[in-house]
């Protein structure tokens, strides 16, 4: 939903700032424009002196401005975090396409996180679901100890929870990507 939301609005927006743009463009080359038209000629502004001091001395205008302003930042903010914000596969669906059940991801997601973590070596693992519902992609980081081998800890966590997370769904093996992240100082060697 994200995506189609995102294209329409930046293209709307988009499409205006062309507009108003090439307008003023327009306008500012002495082209013949509409009477309608927001500029009507070189020496035009988009607000004159007047307009710019008409509301000034009324107390409640800069009240009004600053709260405008301030819900204009706060939704770009919230655009912004939502952009940042990775997708998370909602459900995932077990079994044949033709006989299929749909499986919370966040389900999955702390079952294969609670089995990583059962991994010898693992202090803490967090699991995220992307893809689609037929084709799944687990994305882990773990937290491994300082004492963990990192070849053993992949070998375990693909072998075992990834194929066994892959296996109840239908899908053979799940496939994922794996960030390893250590635990504690590092000691320097010279």
């Known amino acids: 939903m994200r995506n189609p939301v995102n294209r329409v609005l930046l293209g709307l927006l988009g499409l205006a700032l062309v507009v108003l743009g090439g307008s003023a463009l327009a306008a500012g080359l002495g082209m013949s424009v509409p009477s309608w038209w927001p500029f009507s000629g070189r020496d035009d502004v ?3 002196a007047a307009d710019r001091t008409r509301w000034r001395d009324e107390g409640w205008w800069w009240p009004v401005v600053i709260a405008v302003l301030a819900v204009a930042a ?7 975090l939502a952009q940042l914000r990775g997708k998370r596969l909602g459900t995932v669906r077990v079994g044949d396409p033709a006989d299929s059940v749909l499986l ?5 997601e702390r079952v294969l996180g609670e089995e990583v973590e059962a991994v010898p070596g693992v202090s803490r693992a967090a699991v995220s679901l ?7 992609r687990a994305r882990i980081s773990l937290t491994v100890t300082p004492s963990a081998d990192p070849a053993g800890v992949v070998a375990e966590v693909t072998e075992t929870a990834l194929a066994r997370a892959g ?3 239908g899908t053979g093996r799940l496939p994922g990507v794996l960030r390893l992240h250590g635990r504690g100082r590092g000691r320097r060697v010279q």
């Open 167 to 169: 296996g109840s769904i």
């Open 130 to 136: 992307k893809g689609s519902r037929t084709a799944p």
């Open 46 to 48: 988009l607000l004159s």
């Open 74 to 80: 706060l939704l770009a903010l919230w655009w912004l």
């Open 104 to 108: 919370r991801g966040r389900a999955l």
